[in-house]
């Protein structure tokens, strides 16, 4: 079982920028995917990010150019930086890890964009 503590959301004006992180611990023996998805309120869950194990990233084409994944093979966390925040990026978001042939997920955190 592998457990996620995500970290950095909160209340941000348009045009701002946020950082989220993740931290990855417990029965981690290989960890394929990491990633962020994100749900608003009456809206499907969906996927923002995901950056694979040798650093290949996909992200949604809503965020392409203003939020960038990375991650920490190390210490089995990924961050999400985002800038140049919208109205429409409100949303719980939540860190996701695919390892073997299992996956984690986070419990979210609030991000509201918001003047």
């Known amino acids: 079982q592998v457990q996620l503590v995500e970290s950095g959301g909160g209340l941000v004006q348009p045009g701002g920028s946020l950082r989220l992180s993740c931290a990855a611990s417990?029965?981690?023996?290989?960890?394929?995917?990491m990633g962020w998805f994100r749900q608003a309120p009456g809206e499907q869950r969906e996927l923002v990010a995901i950056?694979?194990?040798?650093?290949?990233?996909n992200y949604a084409a809503s965020v392409k150019g203003r939020f960038t994944i990375s991650r920490d093979n190390a210490n089995n966390t990924v961050h999400l930086q985002m800038s140049g925040l919208k109205p429409e990026d409100t949303a719980v978001y939540y860190c996701?890890?695919?390892?073997?042939?299992?996956?984690?997920w986070g419990q979210g955190t609030q991000v509201t964009v918001s003047s």
């Open positions: 996701y890890v695919a390892y073997g042939a299992r996956s984690s």
């Open positions: 417990g029965s981690i023996f290989s960890i394929n995917a």
């Open positions: 950056i694979n194990s040798g650093g290949i990233t």
